[in-house]
């Protein structure tokens, strides 16, 4: 993330510059995109966690200490708004038709966005199977073995972003780990 | 070294493994340990990241755009600098809320309801709809209050006791998930679950236990701790309830969808 000029603009929108927040949206834009369409793994749910997260992020700026990083400020938002999207869409599988649909459901729009359709049908197939053992993961699961393991964030840095104690932090990523094995080790012989 | 278990694999693939020489070191005599280690790493390799829709300037310019009116309307909402006044601690609010949303749970289904005097199977189903999503909104509450309450006690459980012990962030939670607990062992009284009311006692007591304590101890007066709320039973306990609750909770979302259809 690019960090220089972050404070000076940050004090522009304190003091009521609307339009200066356009450059920390541009700025941060990408990162925001990329870890909430790895926790959701689905684009139309990455561009509204990223909304959220931007206007979260705009409402308790005049809470932002200066002295601090705005990206990581911005980024521990991130996961957070990600985090109750997740859940909210959980909520809402199961209320339209119980656990078992939202289960089985395959992301509509992830594999419609790969870079190049030869390495989509390479790897489709594969991708598709993670993606289905990812959603048998409850959120906080999700969050915690995202930041893990695709993002490269240390257990003490997913504690503090989400919020929870190391423990908590560690346990879901085991229980993330176990249930991405019970659902893949059937799967994998014949791949691999 | 002992033979390492899933979890320290785990930690140990991640970096993070306390003592990661000694696992290393271990692996590379145990054989059944390194092919469970090479199992669990290829499982992990297969995991990637899923493939990324390009982002750009034009993206990132969309997104401005979608924002805009959103910041302007907050820029003109006042309504927002009068909550900024409200500075409560966290706990507090969030007690607050869930105690209005109990409140609000308890008023619709205790409010007295006027008798139809010619019922037939319509009005029957309709009528029974609200009370179906009231019943799933407290499991929900609850479920994820028996969330949070089992981070607690977990937390709590694997807390470090050399020396001094600092339990002031199991202290917060607890605080936080006192009054709600109480709200919830209500309901679950009235309704007649007194198995669930129960557990729910046994979680009540140790998080007043856990509220009340200081938020440094001694070792001994941790492990004083310990003995008095036995905060691995009480876990077991709520993990059980919980899971029933959540398997009501999807029971009544099915319920509810067979009704409509």
Redesign the interface.
């Known amino acids: 993330m690019m960090e220089d000029g972050d404070a000076a603009v940050v004090a522009q929108v304190q003091a009521?510059d609307?339009q200066a927040?356009?450059l920390l949206?541009?700025r941060h834009?990408?990162t925001v995109?990329?870890l909430a369409?790895?926790m959701t793994?689905n684009?139309q749910d990455a561009?509204d966690a990223?909304?959220e997260t931007?206007?979260r992020a705009?409402?308790q700026l005049?809470r932002f200490e200066p002295r601090a990083s705005f990206g990581t400020w911005l980024y521990r938002i991130a996961a957070n708004c990600t985090l109750d999207l997740l859940r909210k869409r959980q909520?809402e599988a199961?209320?339209?038709?119980?656990?078992e649909f939202a289960a089985t459901q395959a992301p509509e729009s992830?594999?419609a966005?790969?870079?190049s359709p030869d390495?989509?049908a390479a790897?489709a197939e594969?991708?598709q199977q993670?993606?289905s053992?990812?959603e048998q993961l409850t959120p906080?699961e999700r969050a915690a073995f995202t930041l893990?393991?695709?993002e490269g964030r240390?257990?003490a840095e997913i504690s503090a972003t989400l919020g929870?104690?190391a423990?908590?932090a560690?346990?879901g990523?085991?229980r993330a780990?176990?249930k991405?094995?019970r659902v893949?080790?059937p799967m994998?012989s014949p791949i691999? | 070294m002992k033979h390492p278990s899933?979890?320290e694999l785990?930690?140990f693939y991640?970096a993070?493994a306390e003592d990661g020489q000694a696992i290393a070191d271990h692996l590379e005599a145990c054989e059944a340990c390194r092919a469970a280690y090479q199992d669990?790493k290829?499982?992990?390799l297969?995991?990637?990241?899923?493939?990324?829709?390009?982002?750009?300037?034009a993206?990132?310019?969309a997104?401005?755009n979608?924002?805009?009116p959103?910041?302007?309307a907050?820029?003109d909402f006042r309504w927002?600098d009068l909550l900024?006044l409200w500075h409560w601690p966290r706990w507090a609010t969030a007690a607050t809320l869930a105690l209005l949303l109990l409140t609000a749970f308890l008023a619709g289904r205790y409010w007295p309801r006027p008798v139809p005097t010619a019922p037939h199977a319509p009005t029957a189903v309709a009528q029974r709809e609200p009370a179906h999503a009231r019943e799933?909104v407290f499991l929900?509450e609850m479920g994820n209050h028996l969330?949070r309450a089992q981070?607690a006690l977990?937390?709590l459980i694997?807390s470090k006791t050399n020396g001094v012990v600092d339990i002031s962030?199991?202290q917060a939670l607890a605080k936080e998930l006192v009054n709600m607990n109480w709200l919830c062992r209500q309901t679950c009284a009235r309704l007649g679950d007194t198995g669930t009311a129960n557990v729910l006692e046994d979680l009540e007591r140790a998080l007043i236990e856990i509220s009340n304590s200081p938020s440094t101890l001694s070792s001994a007066e941790f492990g004083g701790l310990c003995r008095r709320i036995e905060p691995n039973r009480v876990l077991f306990k709520v993990q059980v309830v919980g899971s029933q609750v959540r398997a009501r909770?999807?029971d009544g979302?099915?319920k509810?969808?067979a009704n409509r259809s």
């Not at chain 1, 199961?94 to 656990?99: F, I, N, S, V």
């Not at chain 2, 297969?46 to 300037?57: I, K, T």
């Open positions: 009521g609307v927040f356009r949206v541009e834009q990408p995109f990329r369409f790895r793994g684009q561009e990223v909304q931007f206007l705009y409402r005049r909520r199961e209320h339209r038709a119980g656990p992830l594999f966005n790969a870079p390495r989509l790897n594969e991708q993670v993606e053992a990812l906080l893990r393991h695709l240390s257990i929870v104690g423990n908590a560690k346990q990523i085991f780990v176990r991405l094995r893949l080790e994998r691999q | 899933e979890e785990i930690l991640y993070e669990l290829h499982l992990l297969w995991v990637n990241a899923p493939p990324m829709p390009e982002q750009g300037q993206e990132a310019a997104a401005w979608r924002l805009r959103r910041l302007v907050q820029r927002s900024q799933r929900n969330e981070v977990i937390e694997h962030w199991e909770e999807r979302a099915r509810l969808t």
